[in-house]
């Protein structure tokens, strides 16, 4: 028999990092590929999965790999969104200074600019009252309603049923619709 690996030195991080790179890459490539759709880019994202292993402070063992793995590739989606979100705020021109645009009422959407700000309140809102379940919950009903995830698949990433994942989903869903009303 084999001793366990508890019983041996403490893995370091780059050996925790090669061990998981050998299992885990093509899932976070896979992963990532279904979301931003270029190579390059899910290569960058993996490679910075792995980073952040290295990098993460303490010694102790990593308990459950896959889970921690996939939280923070979610994260790092989230944080690709909010800079390219941020990258976006940039672009827009005003009216004020491009006339011919303001001429044009097909480039303008019909929402006052109070309603614009309503709706990013809502959504600070809501991101809010997703902070207040538990994190595992939290991340799940992220995973499934935002990430478009499978139950099953989630259930895979946090060895869950995926009836569990659902019941997750559910109470997610049933405390967003206590505090803003159910969904029309």
């Keep these: 028999m084999h ?3 508890s ?3 403490p893995e370091s991080p780059a050996e925790l990092a090669r061990r998981l790179d050998a299992r885990y890459r093509t899932p976070l490539m896979n992963y990532f590929l279904r979301r931003v759709r270029d190579r390059a880019e899910a290569e960058n994202l ?3 999965v792995f980073l952040r292993i290295v990098r993460r402070p303490g010694d102790e ?3 459950n790999a896959e889970v921690f793995l996939f939280s923070i590739a979610a994260n790092l989606l989230r944080d690709r969104a909010r800079r390219a979100q941020t990258r976006h705020a940039a672009d827009h021109r005003s009216l004020d200074a491009d006339p011919d645009l303001a001429q044009s009422p097909s480039l303008i959407e019909a929402r006052a600019p109070e ?3 309503m709706s990013h309140e809502s959504l600070a809102e809501v991101l809010r009252a997703l902070d ?3 994190e595992r919950t939290r991340d799940i009903f992220i995973l499934y309603k935002l990430e478009k995830m499978k139950h099953r698949e989630i259930g895979a990433l946090y060895g869950l049923s995926a009836s569990a ?3 997750y989903v559910r109470k997610a869903t049933a405390h ?3 505090l803003f009303g159910p969904a029309t």
Aim: glycine fraction near 4%.
């Design 132 to 134: 207040e379940l538990g």
């Design 3 to 5: 001793a366990s690996r």
């Design 61 to 63: 063992p990593l308990e």
């Design 176 to 178: 967003l619709a206590r």
């Design 165 to 167: 994942v659902e019941k």
């Design 115 to 117: 309603r614009v700000l």
């Design 7 to 9: 019983s041996a030195v």
């Design 46 to 48: 993996t490679q910075e």
